[in-house]
């Protein structure tokens, strides 16, 4: 089994006796309904069996060569998406390549991630660093309509078309989009960029009906960008499909599968240790990314009706020096899930240095691996120590089966851990509130508009008219 759920880091906070009896029961359930589709969403577990289906398809085949393609004609890529359309991806290249894969890329494109802001001067930066470079854009919207994406769309399609001199077919032949499922003989009911794809003959690819964006990455949504940074997608999705395997038996008590037992200890430190906010703390900052991954994972599947641990992640050592005192110090709100990595190939030695002006030599003939790690157990049992407990998760390596084994433990860990708790882990209502406040505001206009501007004047005492 790839990964280890280590509990030494814990300071004793682990239940026992007839709870941890009571908690793994719950757990169990949860996992049965989740294996049997008797929870609450269950028509969006299409993610449960895909790491073993997926590679069969036409499509899967057909990521290979498109990335293939576009690594023939593009210097960069945009990747334009927001939410579980981009994080997913970005987290994958980040942890299998690089931070820096931009910087350090051979024979494939830059891959820049775009569609997840609004801000004027984001856009300013990218067409700097994108000016005069052949590029292709992958949008990625079950819809079309979300208004970062939508607007970013908008702009780079027209920007694609300057930089190939107007002619409409070669810029369509740059265009790749990633949507919902073309099914003949219907029109799709909100598709407005599977419409626009079907007018402009771009290429196709689909994000599952039945899976949310949070849990796509490894399917076309994340999949395309990823073959197209160079990454190994039979290596990806073969991490995941060995962790379906592994955690598709639940077995009797707390040792026997580490991705029940994540969840149980979850809701062991939330419903009786009074937990409110669960931190992911890594070694690696090729990680960062993946730790934002894990907070729309977990925020947006737990957080509603009231309910649910807040995500946060940080990067250790660098965060001890800004986060590291109220961590230590702070409410007792806190627990920690760490993960970490065995040593890299490229193993960096300290060595001995005349006069030891730096006081350093006592590192002479250690490697950096061996330094972090040590942060890392000290870290560890200073937070324990001030009753910050941490769930270690333990990997050989950062390659790309590990973070598909990875990837797959946090998704189905999530869902038991939402059904462990009472929620829907599939569905993100709360999500759509300030959506619809925007488009009132920015005058879109409808008579559903024109109630919730009225709502706003009424309650706030803002008029969306004035500018």
């Not at 854009?137 to 027209?158: D, H, P, Q, W």
Request: hydrophobic share 40%.
């Amino acid at each position: 089994m790839a990964l280890k759920l280590n509990t030494d880091y814990t300071g004793g906070q682990l239940p026992a006796g007839a709870l941890a009896a009571e908690i793994y029961a719950r757990a169990k359930q949860a996992h049965l309904d989740l294996e049997n589709g008797t929870g609450q969403g269950a028509g969006m577990r299409g993610w449960l069996r895909f790491p073993a289906e997926y590679p069969k398809t036409e499509e899967y085949g057909r990521i290979k060569a498109t990335a293939r393609e576009i690594a023939e004609q593009a210097e960069v890529l945009l990747v334009i998406g927001i939410g579980g359309s981009y994080l997913g991806a970005r987290a994958v290249i980040e942890a299998v390549k690089s931070r820096y894969y931009n910087e350090t890329r051979e024979n494939t494109p830059a891959i820049y991630f775009t569609g997840n802001t609004l801000s004027e001067s984001d856009y300013a930066d990218l067409d700097k660093l994108i000016e005069g470079k052949k590029f292709c854009i992958n949008v990625i919207s079950k819809s079309g309509k979300t208004l970062e994406c939508a607007v970013a769309f908008r702009y780079y399609k027209a920007k694609l078309l300057e930089s190939c001199n107007g002619d409409a077919e070669r810029a369509n032949s740059r265009i790749y989009v990633t949507t919902d499922p073309y099914e003949p003989g219907r029109a799709p009911e909100e598709g407005t960029l599977l419409k626009a794809a079907l007018e402009h003959g771009w290429r196709r690819f689909v994000v599952p009906k039945d899976m949310g964006g949070r849990y796509s990455v490894l399917s076309a949504v994340g999949l395309l960008p990823i073959a197209c940074a160079g990454i190994g997608l039979d290596a990806l999705i073969a991490g995941a499909a060995a962790a379906q395997t592994a955690y598709e038996r639940p077995g009797e008590a707390f040792g026997e599968n580490p991705c029940i037992d994540y969840a149980a200890l979850r809701y062991y430190y939330y419903r009786h240790r009074r937990k409110a906010v669960e931190i992911f703390a890594g070694y690696e900052p090729s990680m960062v990314m993946f730790g934002e991954w894990y907070k729309q994972l977990l925020g947006e599947s737990e957080g509603k009706r009231g309910q649910g641990l807040f995500p946060a992640a940080v990067t250790f050592t660098t965060d001890l020096h800004s986060l590291g005192q109220y961590i230590q110090q702070g409410r007792r709100i806190l627990f920690e899930t760490v993960l970490t990595f065995g040593q890299a190939a490229n193993s960096i030695a300290l060595w001995e240095e005349p006069g030891d002006g730096d006081g350093l030599n006592y590192l002479s003939g250690k490697s950096l691996f061996e330094v972090n790690r040590t942060a890392f157990k000290a870290t560890a049992l200073a937070h324990a120590k001030g009753r910050c407990p941490s769930l270690v998760l333990e990997l050989p390596r950062r390659d790309a089966y590990n973070i598909g084994w990875l990837i797959y433990f946090f998704e189905k860990a999530c869902a038991i851990s939402g059904y462990m708790i009472g929620v829907n882990p599939f569905d993100q209502d709360g999500v759509e509130q300030y959506k619809k406040f925007m488009f009132a505001l920015l005058g879109k206009q409808g008579k559903k508009h024109d109630q919730i501007r009225a709502l706003i004047k009424r309650t706030y005492g803002l008029d969306a008219n004035e500018k």
